[in-house]
């Protein structure tokens, strides 16, 4: 294998498991920042709707049920606001705790396959 620096390293079986592997970690990092932005964007639209809550004055307020509006009780859309937010907010802890173990893992990846052919392998994204 010739690339960059010139270097004559061979690539084994376990070599190329290892970079398989990286590849599907950094896909998987790139499919979870999606995942976590949007968890973010959602938990900043809960936060937004339980505010304007607040601000009114009505006692029946217009709630999204599925693809249809129903004239639900403020107490009671106060509450299933408050349930989304706790579920968003664990989705999103659990999200990010994914995305630390698979950066975990490949840096991991990194330090064995830089170890091994140096300059010859490029892991790093421009």
Do not use: C
């Amino acid at each position: 294998m010739q690339q960059g620096g010139g270097s004559d390293t061979e690539v084994t079986w376990e070599d190329q498991q290892n970079i398989n592997k990286f590849g599907r970690l950094n896909n998987r990092f790139h499919e979870l920042q999606d995942e976590i932005k949007n968890a973010k964007e959602t938990n900043d639209n809960l936060e937004d709707a339980s505010n304007e809550l607040i601000l009114t004055d009505e006692e029946v307020v217009r709630f999204q049920l599925g693809e249809v509006f129903a004239h639900v009780p403020k107490e009671e859309v106060e509450s299933r606001i408050e349930q989304m937010k706790e579920v968003t907010s664990k989705n999103l802890e659990k999200l990010e705790e994914e995305r630390d173990s698979i950066l975990a893992q490949m840096a991991e990846l990194k330090k064995i396959l830089y170890g091994k052919f140096k300059d010859s392998i490029n892991l790093e994204e421009d």
